[in-house]
C-alpha cells in the first residue's frame, strides 16, 4: 500500500502540468458535448489558458508577496542564471511544500464552481463556461493531489498561508 501510494506520488510529480493540460482537453471535450455548436479549437484554447492561469500566481508569490521566503529566493535564483530546467525541477519537486498561495484556496475553488454552473445555463455563456470549469478543474486536481501526497488539506486551503 505504502509502495502503490509513493508510487502514485512520483507519477504526480512527474506529470502534474500533464495533468492539467489533459484536464482542458476533458474540459473541451465535455464542453464541445453539452454545447455541439462550441467551436473546439476555440474552446481547447481557452481551457488549456484557464488551466494554467491559476499557477501563474506562483510566479507573483517569487517577485512580489512571497518574495522574502526561502523557496521563493531559491526559485528565483534558477531564473536569474536562465537556469529553466534548474527552476522547472526546483518547483516540480517542492511546489507542494509551498503554502502561501493566496489563489490557492477553497473560496477560489467554489467561486470558479459557481461560476461555471451559473455559465453553463446561458449558451451564450460557452466560453466563460469553458474558462470557469478549467479554473475549477485546476484547483479540484491540487486538491486532490494533496490528498494523495499528505493524506489531508495543505492549510492554504484553509485560507491558512504559511503554516505548517
Ligand atoms: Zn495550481
New binding site residues.
Partial sequence: MKKLRSKIVDINIKYHMAVHVLLAILTALFIKEIFPFANFIKILAVSIFGSLI??TDHLIYFYTYGKRTTYAQQAVAFIKKFDIRGFMNFVKNNHKLNHGLLS?NIGSFFLASLFFFVFTLDPDRFTAATFAMSVML??LY?IVEDFIFFGKLNPNWLFKFHRK
Fill in positions: 491559476p499557477d490557492h485546476h484547483f491540487d
